[in-house]
Nanobody, 115 residues
Framework: QVQLVESGGGSVQAGGSLRLSCAAS????????MYWYRQAPGKQRELVAG???????NYADSAKGRFIISRDNAKNTVYLQMDSLKPEDTAVYYC?????????WGKGTLVTVSS
């Protein structure tokens, strides 16, 4: 069974930074793409960023220039460095992997950005 555990959320003021981590554990041989999603109150969950095992990345327009996704393949861990945070970044952040035909999600970590 695959488990994902996020950490690093918290409360910051606008302009601040946070670094999220998500560690995957269980019967994992190799993870292809790892993702960060977020869900703000009253809104649908949206993709923030993704990174392949080779290091190719993609970002939502709202994250470009402010967030950086990275990963440590040896640790099956994905990170999200978030800088210049805005109140509209307030959301629960989830990591996701697709592994052997199934999607696995973490339980999420809350990020609150105050103005």
């Amino acid at each position: 069974q695959v488990q994902l555990v996020e950490s690093g959320g918290g409360s910051v003021q606008a302009g601040g930074s946070l670094r999220l981590s998500c560690a995957a554990s269980g019967r994992i041989f190799r993870i292809n793409t790892m993702y960060w999603y977020r869900q703000a109150p009253g809104k649908q969950r949206e993709l923030v960023a993704g990174i392949t095992s080779g290091g190719s990345t993609n970002y939502a327009d709202s994250a470009k220039g402010r967030f950086i996704i990275s990963r440590d393949n040896a640790k099956n861990t994905v990170y999200l460095q978030m800088d210049s945070l805005k109140p509209e970044d307030t959301a629960v952040y989830y990591c996701k992997i697709a592994y052997i035909g199934m999607d696995y999600w973490g339980k999420g970590t809350l990020v609150t950005v105050s103005s």
